[in-house]
């Protein structure tokens, strides 16, 4: 109803008012999908991005540089809480004493002297109540706070609030950090910005925020800059490729821009991979303590020494971790790397590989090249010599073995000027155990090229088969552990396979050799000193050593030998590094020990090694001073009354019975890590680690947990 009573023309609830019918509603498009049903959402860059701003401050060798906060160089004091509490009480206490005798006169008047020098005798006698006040008590409280500054440094009150004050209640919140300026930003590319390469550096930050770029992109790209800043490249050509490609530019031959999978921690950017957390033990310098434990190729430039027994964690934790970081490395085609270990050992997934070479599997796609890529008999003769019979030398340093070199030359050199090749493994047999056929047709074909100076080999080496002290014999024997029906496919050298040199490591190429360890065992040894040899020869003749390269011998068993010992130091000026692990140094010749932990920068034992395997660690890691402390204690015997209540109270507060103590500090030698701490005081899962970098600079033993 109305006002006036008439009704509402739009009816009441109960009895409405029908409305004509209008146009049918027309339904709304739904908005375009963003991509294809099914499909995944984009992914976002933020996490790179992060990554990417982390700081990474220098540091010491060795430690993880990744979001590092560094330590002081010496450990601060840090009193126990019972004795910080009463010394703070027992400073309170004394303040308020020495207020309570100076606000009631016990003291004189000597301490408003001041007042009375400093201020005109007007504000002091005029009859202004208020001023007075002001003024008096103004003059108190500056003596009580500087009384209680006195005793608030003398109780440590500043320690027990960071301790035990709010400071220490607060959780410390992340405070998001402003993305940093253009010129600051690693995101932003400002070394392309600054040489002019305004729209590559553009189209690579656009990736980076739309989450299109990974580490290894970013390592990869910033190795091509690198060459074209060194004049490799024209900038012409990066930029074109940037352009065209973005984040996926500069690719790797094999077109991977990641692993399968990873098992450890990555930085790239440092090329660090972290291998564990150094130990809060009083051992380790205080600055190393609870830091990440990490190696990178400025430190694997040295070479690394690993020792344990079987199961201790060599390969899960050492060398399966390293072998990652340098097929991350080479993928951005910083690195070449060669892992060899037996068949089923677990450095690695076959994806993860360019060239995995599986000895003695009919299934192998590529072979190994005997000869190791070279066309030069007498090289070829040295490193064939070295792999078959190296661990029958003199072990001593000095030591070779030229006398099967030079039996090797002079079959080597005339086979090749009548076939073009090198023998296969059944040929060099035969003609190392002097079989008549094929030496009557070398001759044969000699004669016919008119090759005088070979024939002249061949005579000498026919020669020297009928005396009995020839190694000739010896190198049929070694070589026969290769012509067996398992390896019939293999070392094939007329062409026909695809055999793997060594001589490819001017590349970041990704190798792995897998060596036949059940029921070929001298053959797997014998193997892994021709890697070894080739590898040592290959990478100090290399003309762009701007690449680094590195072998991992995951097991370097009779692989240790004098001339081995040699191509190692030679490594560090190549620009190239090796990992060898040991189960125990008993597996090294007596006297090739030490020259062997000498010629390594980095030196590891892991838990579980014996004493005698420690001495020599603890030889070579040698002695330091430190400062003994003979403290001796004596009971102090109260007589009077008073006498005992003090000690009382002394014993309340600091817990312990009242002592004359006596300190004597002397300066002693002592090993930094003896054998008996080697082998009985290393925690399972845990390694010493020395380190040295291809600089000089040295990290001392450390106590590592390589679970962490």
């Known amino acids: 109803m109305n006002s006036d009573g008439t009704q509402d023309a739009r009816g009441t609830h109960a009895n409405p008012v029908p409305r004509p019918a209008g146009p049918p509603d027309v339904p709304t498009a739904p908005p375009r999908p963003t991509r294809a049903p099914g499909m995944p959402p984009p992914p976002d860059g933020s996490a790179f991005l992060t990554w990417l701003r982390t700081p990474r401050p220098e540091a010491l060798p060795g430690v993880w540089r990744f979001g590092h906060r560094p330590r002081p160089e010496e450990e601060p004091e840090r009193l126990p809480a019972r004795q910080l509490l009463s010394g703070a009480l027992i400073a309170f206490l004394v303040g308020w004493l020495i207020w309570s005798l100076l606000w009631n006169g016990y003291l004189g008047g000597w301490w408003v002297l001041p007042l009375e020098l400093f201020t005109p005798e007007s504000w002091r006698e005029n009859n202004d109540r208020i001023g007075n006040a002001v003024l008096w008590y103004s003059y108190y409280t500056v003596i009580a706070l500087a009384i209680m500054l006195f005793v608030g440094r003398l109780g440590r009150w500043g320690e027990v609030w960071r301790r035990y004050g709010p400071p220490a209640w607060r959780q410390a919140v992340p405070v998001p950090e402003r993305p940093p300026v ?385 191509g190692i130091q030679r490594l560090r000026s190549a620009n190239a590094g090796a990992v060898l692990t040991l189960r125990t140094l008993d597996d090294v010749p007596r006297p090739l020990r030490g020259p062997l932990l000498g010629a390594t920068g980095c030196r590891m034992v892991l838990s579980g090694v014996t004493p005698w395997d420690g001495q020599d660690f603890a030889e070579v890691w040698g002695k330091e001073w430190t400062e003994a402390r003979d403290v001796t204690d004596r009971q102090i015997i109260a007589e009077s009354p008073a006498g005992k209540a003090v000690h009382a109270l002394r014993r309340a507060i600091t817990g312990k019975a009242p002592t004359a103590r006596a300190v004597t500090v002397r300066q002693v030698e002592r090993e930094r890590w003896s054998a008996s701490e080697l082998a009985h005081a290393v925690p399972a899962g845990h390694a010493v680690l020395s380190l040295t970098d291809v600089k000089g600079e040295h990290a001392p033993p450390l106590l590592v947990d390589l679970r962490g």
């Open 182 to 566: 253009p010129e600051q930003d690693p995101a932003a590319w400002p070394a392309l910005r600054a040489a002019g390469a305004t729209d590559a550096a553009e189209r690579l930050a656009a990736d980076a925020r739309a989450g299109l770029m990974r580490d290894v992109d970013q390592a990869r790209i910033a190795r091509a800059w690198q060459g074209v800043r060194n004049g490799r490249h024209s900038l012409a050509t990066f930029t074109g490729a940037v352009l065209a490609e973005g984040a996926a530019a500069c690719a790797h031959p094999s077109g991977a821009r990641d692993l399968p999978s990873r098992q450890a921690r990555h930085d790239l950017l440092t090329g660090q991979v972290r291998l564990g957390t150094t130990a809060d033990d009083p051992r380790n310098p205080y600055a190393y303590r609870g830091s990440g434990l990490a190696l990178s190729p400025e430190l694997l430039g040295t070479s690394l020494l690993a020792v344990g027994p079987a199961g201790s964690g060599k390969t899960g934790g050492v060398v399966r971790p390293l072998a990652e970081s340098l097929c991350l490395h080479a993928l951005a085609g910083k690195a070449a790397v060669v892992v060899v270990g037996a068949a089923g050992a677990g450095l690695g997934e076959s994806d993860a590989y360019d060239v995995v070479v599986r000895i003695g599997n009919p299934e192998s796609v590529y072979d190994l090249d005997l000869y190791g890529g070279t066309t030069d008999p007498d090289e070829a003769a040295a490193v064939l010599a070295e792999a078959l019979v190296g661990d029958l030398a003199d072990p001593h340093p000095g030591s070779d073995s030229r006398r099967s070199t030079t039996v090797l030359a002079q079959l080597l050199g005339p086979f090749r000027a009548v076939h073009g090749r090198f023998p296969s493994v059944p040929e060099l047999r035969q003609l190392l155990d002097g079989t008549p056929g094929p030496l009557a047709e070398l001759r044969s074909g000699l004669l016919a090229a008119g090759q005088e100076s070979l024939l002249r080999e061949l005579d000498a080496r026919e020669r020297q088969m009928a005396h009995p002290g020839d190694v000739g014999g010896t190198l049929a024997d070694r070589v026969a552990l290769l012509d067996r029906p398992a390896f019939a496919g293999f070392f094939n050298t007329s062409g026909q396979s695809r055999p793997f040199s060594l001589k490819a490591l001017d590349h970041p190429v990704r190798v792995r050799v897998d060596l036949p360890q059940r029921g070929h065992a001298d053959a797997s040894r014998m193997l892994a000193r021709l890697v070894l040899a080739q590898f040592t020869a290959s990478v100090t003749v290399r003309e762009d050593r701007s690449l680094f390269a590195c072998l991992v011998l995951d097991d370097a068993t009779g692989v240790v030998t004098p001339e081995a010992v040699r």
